[in-house]
């Protein structure tokens, strides 16, 4: 704090008269001159205050032996027993090392997929038949995972699709679901196939500010369309790929419940058991609210820390989210 | 809109420091509120009493004016104000966030063990005086046995909670006579007959469809709904889940026993032989209803009071369609019975906070338990819970606009059971019903661990949850894993925690014997 | 234009591939409108795949007389409207400072405001808060304690960082405020994103279920996905004590057809209508180069 004098910018009027009334003014001229948009800002800070943060300060209870009926102020403290918990349960790194797992594959092949659809569809050059198509492709965000689930379980049955196709070339059948080989290629693929379409929408959104006449300057240099996807959609579209990119990254390890409880089973746990499903085995069923808490600030932090080492990284390219 | 905007967030920030201060203290939880209708009985004025009923359906939920309410009104005194939980959501945390913002109904059905975080922290009332006096019916219908379970599950043997009671096995091991017929066997007496009895299903066609489609016998994901298949060797299940039972001489989990073994051991070769359903682990609850109802399943286990819905779809592809109740088929060397879990599990409690109400809490609880009213508990007031349809009284099926009427009688008797099935089963199939319960009924028994408070697993989610013997069961039926995995699994199962389980559950079990 | 024959190639590969899979993606409809349109028995035997069984139109009947289905319904319009009204007013309001360079503390702002991306408040204390703010049991319950969805609000300000600055520069000279730069200028070069951001907004209220199972108790003002799930959770094990005797031509499995249906296809068709806004955001790229 004494040393602000270093980061003075070479512009400033005034002279300091005391340690802290550059740092002041500057902040005070700034504020004066567009006092609007912090007063515009001010209802934003308020939500992210009351709804986010005060509720926030309620992770104490990961340090605590919380019991519903005391709250918070009468729980006993118990410091870091609840991770000790954690990180002693004999399956902790299987369930930690398949949520990772199957996060990785979401990334390499889930992320790119709505980026490469966008393209597609950019390529179409009937415009009932893009709006058509469109529309249908984001039907299935609609759906439940129960619902999906019970698809899944349907089309990959010993009277599925694949089983039948696999008949008429003499193979035998294959129960999909109960082996666990196939358990992360189905919830991958599965996840694309409900959210694929959904994900596009914003990428067509960044499309849509393209201007035609970029496109035709290109013809006229004689760029194919591939050129043009490379040198002109692409980058347009990069700003919102790398902000998308970045907040995946800060909730790596958060999978969604919803999804793999409704597509495991018990022959598939040693693949797919993840945080979440242990969380609700140890959460929902026996009312370990501590335990839990503390789960997910491990959660927090490992996607923080990715977040932070990836925004490094963005910022030296284009711009990071802060 | 600058100036509104700024007059909302200002009165908010107001109530932030506000609301710093309550959250962190959350609730004191057994601070004794006055309960103002007290006075209002005084003055004669009928009492409300706050009701918390979970999974309460499709309907909306009775104000005073209600018909219902009236009656019960005029009957006992007292207003029931009805509060449930949303649909879909989760019953257990629904409780705990009442009980977390200090907001606990006059008397309540507990979900999940909640009953034993308000015995435990002090939150829940005592019962054992109030009870006799205030609600005789519900005193003398509940059998002792049942008061003694609800004592041990008290660390100070006091009853907090009226139980669950359910003389009569719900569930029966059921075959289809007619593929018995046409195959030439009768009702196999033992594995080896069953098994037998399950490859003629599968050979010989007997849905008469001309494709080898049969799935002799069938159960759901996570080995639900196949307890026949372990009943057989002894083993007591739940829903496909370990019970708690004596096996050499001491209450044991049945998981980790003998008869366990023997049982995944003859499961096992059922699949290979695919004389059960290879897909039985994979099978969601519509899909094997799906395969019941259209004739692909020869032998299953389930609700016979739900009966009616699946033979109704069999009889349209197999008119000569019949489902009888089949004896547990006797396994060398083991005692096979159908598992009956009848009482213990918590029905009613009524926290400390509402002691003032609990006179009349209890009061129209004994309402329910009076079998006077057994007529009006059952079908209601006109229009709103029944029709009369040729001068027969019919129930209404729910909707979302009727109201909702509260039951809390949860005591079912023999004599209860057969006026249910005559209520609630056409005439033609009643007497099929009837039969598969006597079946069922001459060969359950109770189990030692009836009535096991949750608190012994407390610490231990994936031995509550039978996570562990849900991945060895269905491995090892599949072939994925030879049945000598089974030792290992019991290895892991006890020093997952199952060791410091099992010796809780001793102890609970020497106290229900005092 | 001359076309290669790569191009063609390509062409036809695209739509064979996107209209295979576009028809994936209706078939689940399809089949559920078909359910909604068969007996129970045959619904429940699984007969039905997409032409209706034994055709009845009880089940949308007795849905489509259901008052208290059509309350809900109400319900829902009125929280997608009305939090869609909100959430754009709130996340556009905090989207633009936090684009600005002239707004010297967006950076900490910024971070403070991914970190409650990343770290969830823990259920209880929230729900304790919205319960202190004297919301329970009241819409705004729906609507405020996610007013503003943190991601929606990053793409805003993402598309608000490249509308180039000499715009604003150029609006201050003609004597506009931050105020008027944002909705006379920022607003009509975002459409698509504007579409877009309300669009994620609209749904997501449209689909609000898990708050309504938190804060509304009162089964009157239940929106329409959680009047929902009293179909989809219909556990049999329940029958056997609530067995009803009598014939319909609906159960659960056909009305939880036709309810899903009723619940989906109203926002389902808000997205053709946004599409527009899609090829009309033109200007912005053109401003870029």
């Not at chain 2, 029944?386 to 008797?413: F, Q, W």
């Not at chain 3, 000499?166 to 607003?187: K, Q, T, V």
Request: aromatic content about 12%; some cysteine.
């Amino acid at each position: 704090m004494a040393n602000t004098q270093d980061h003075l910018e070479p512009g400033s009027t005034r002279v300091s008269t005391g340690r802290f009334n550059l740092m002041e003014n500057r902040y005070l001229v700034n504020m004066r001159k567009y006092w609007m948009l912090y007063v515009m800002i001010l209802p934003g800070i308020i939500y992210y205050l009351v709804f986010k943060y005060l509720p926030l300060a309620g992770s104490v209870i990961a340090f605590q032996d919380y019991q519903i009926f005391k709250g918070i102020l009468s729980s006993s403290w118990v410091g870091l027993d609840n991770f000790k918990f954690i990180f002693t349960y004999e399956d902790f790194y299987l369930v930690l090392r398949n949520t990772a797992t199957i996060a990785l594959y979401q990334l390499v092949f889930g992320f790119p997929a709505p980026i490469i659809l966008a393209l597609l569809f950019n390529e179409v050059r009937l415009m009932l038949a893009k709006r058509v198509m469109q529309s249908l492709f984001y039907l299935p965000h609609f759906l439940s995972w129960v619902v999906v689930g019970g698809i899944v379980f349907e089309l990959l049955s010993s009277q599925g699709v694949f089983n039948m196709m696999r008949g008429w070339f003499g193979q035998e059948t294959i129960l999909f679901m109960q082996e666990q080989q196939y358990f992360r290629a189905i919830v991958v693929i599965s996840g694309i196939w409900k959210d694929v379409g959904w994900g596009t929408i914003i990428y067509l959104a960044a499309i849509a500010g393209i201007n035609p006449s970029l496109y035709e300057a290109a013809v006229m240099d004689g760029a194919n369309r591939w050129k043009q996807t490379i040198h002109i959609t692409l980058p347009t579209m990069f700003p919102t790929i790398l902000v998308l990119f970045l907040l995946n990254i800060g909730n790596f390890l958060e999978l969604g419940f919803d999804q793999i409880y409704n597509l495991l089973t018990p022959m598939t746990y040693s693949v797919g058991d993840i945080i979440e499903t242990y969380v609700y085995r140890a959460g929902v069923l026996q009312g370990q609210y501590s335990v839990t808490t503390a789960i997910g600030l491990f959660q927090s932090v490992i996607g923080f820390v990715l977040l932070w080492i990836f925004n490094r990284m963005a910022r030296k390219t284009e711009q990071g989210l802060w | 809109m600058m100036k509104h905007v700024f007059g909302k967030s200002a009165r908010v920030s107001a109530l932030v420091s506000l609301l710093v201060v309550s959250i962190l203290s959350g609730c004191t939880g057994n601070g004794e509120k006055p309960a103002a209708s007290v006075n209002d009985a005084e003055k004669n004025m009928p009492v409300t009493v706050k009701v918390f009923k979970s999974h309460m359906g499709v309907g909306t939920i009775p104000g005073k004016d209600n018909e219902h309410v009236k009656y019960v009104e005029e009957k006992t005194g007292v207003v029931y104000e009805l509060m449930t939980t949303a649909p879909g959501s989760e019953p257990t945390e629904f409780l705990n966030l009442m009980i977390a913002s200090d907001d606990l109904p006059d008397i309540l059905r507990p979900i999940g063990g909640i009953e034993q975080t308000l015995i435990k922290q002090g939150g829940a009332l005592a019962l054992d005086d109030l009870l006799p006096k205030y609600a005789p019916n519900v005193w003398k219908n509940i059998p002792e046995e049942a008061w003694d379970i609800v004592r041990s599950a008290s660390p100070d043997g006091h009853i907090y909670y009226v139980p669950k009671v359910f003389l009569v096995p719900e569930r029966a091991p059921m075959i289809r006579q007619d593929w018995l017929d046409k195959v030439g066997l009768s009702v196999p007496k033992t594995t080896e007959e069953y098994k037998e009895v399950l490859r003629a299903f599968r050979d010989k066609d007997p849905n008469g469809n001309g494709k080898a489609d049969e799935l002799p016998t069938s159960g759901r994901e996570f080995g639900k709904w196949m307890d026949h298949l372990f009943g057989m060797y002894g083993v007591a299940m739940w829903e496909g889940v370990p019970e708690w039972d004596i096996y050499e001489g001491e209450i044991q989990y049945a998981g980790v026993t003998k008869n366990m073994k023997a049982a995944i051991a003859y499961i096992r070769e059922l699949y290979e032989e695919k004389l059960l359903d290879n897909e039985t682990f994979l099978n969601k609850g519509d899909v094997w209803q799906a395969k019941i109802n259209n004739n692909l399943v020869g032998s299953w286990y389930h609700l016979p009071a739900n009966l009616r819905e699946r033979y109704t779809a069999m009889l349209k592809g197999a008119p000569d369609a019949y489902v009888v109740g089949m004896p547990v088929p006797k396994a060398e060397g083991f005692e096979g019975f159908v598992t009956q879990k009848s009482m213990g599990e918590p029905e009613w409690m009524i926290p400390t906070a509402a002691k003032d109400k609990a006179e009349y809490s209890l009061k129209l609880l004994d309402f329910f338990y009076d079998q006077s009213n057994d007529e009006f508990i059952r079908f209601g007031i006109e229009g709103q819970q029944h029709e009369v349809v040729n001068g027969k009284k019919v129930i209404l099926p729910p909707e979302d606009s009727r109201p909702i009427a509260l039951g809390m009688r949860n005591l079912t008797t023999k004599e209860d059971m057969d006026v249910r099935i005559k209520e609630t089963i056409p005439e033609d199939m009643q007497k099929m019903v009837q039969d598969v319960f006597a079946v069922s009924t001459s060969d359950a028994r109770r189990i030692a661990g009836d009535g096991l408070p949750n608190t012994v697993y407390e610490g231990f989610p994936d031995i509550q949850s039978h996570k562990l013997f849900q991945e060895y069961l269905t491995k090892i039926v599949i072939g994925e894993w030879p049945i000598e995995k089974f030792e290992e699994f019991v290895d892991r199962w006890n020093k997952a925690g199952g060791e410091a389980v099992t010796k809780r559950v001793q102890e609970w079990y020497a106290k229900v014997k005092e | 234009m001359r076309k290669t024959t790569g191009d063609q190639l390509f062409q036809f590969f695209n739509y064979a591939f996107l209209i295979a899979a576009a028809a994936t993606m209706l078939l689940p409809l399809l089949q559920l409108l078909a359910v909604s349109f068969s007996s129970p028995i045959a619904a429940d035997s699984k007969q039905v795949f997409l032409l209706p069984v034994e055709f009845t139109t009880a089940s949308w009947s007795h849905i489509l007389q259901n008052t208290g289905l059509w309350r809900s319904f109400g319900i829902t319009v009125y929280i997608t409207v009305a939090g869609t009204l909100l959430s754009m007013l709130f996340s556009v309001l905090t989207a633009y400072p936090l684009s600005h360079k002239q707004f010297l503390i967006r950076k900490p702002i910024m971070l403070g405001i991914i970190i409650t991306m990343i770290f969830n408040a823990p259920m209880i204390p929230f729900f304790l808060t919205v319960r202190e703010l004297g919301m329970m049991n009241s819409l705004w319950s729906l609507i405020f304690p996610g007013v503003i969805g943190t991601f929606n609000m990053i793409i805003i300000r993402t598309f608000f960082t490249g509308i180039p600055k000499e715009l604003d520069d150029s609006a201050r000279i003609d004597g506009c405020n931050e105020a008027g730069i944002l909705f006379r200028i920022y607003m009509p070069l975002s459409k698509p994103v504007i579409a877009t951001v309300s669009l994620f907004y609209a749904v997501g209220y449209w689909n609000t279920f898990q708050r309504a199972v938190l804060f509304i108790r009162d089964p009157e003002k239940w929106p329409l996905q959680t009047k929902l799930r009293a179909y989809l959770t219909s556990p049999e094990e329940l029958a056997a004590v609530n067995l009803v005797l009598g014939d319909y031509d609906f159960n659960t499995t056909t009305l939880k057809a036709a309810t899903i249906l009723f619940a989906t296809i109203p926002i389902v068709l808000v997205y053709p209508y946004l599409q527009k806004y899609f090829v009309k955001g033109s200007m912005l790229g053109s401003l870029k180069e």
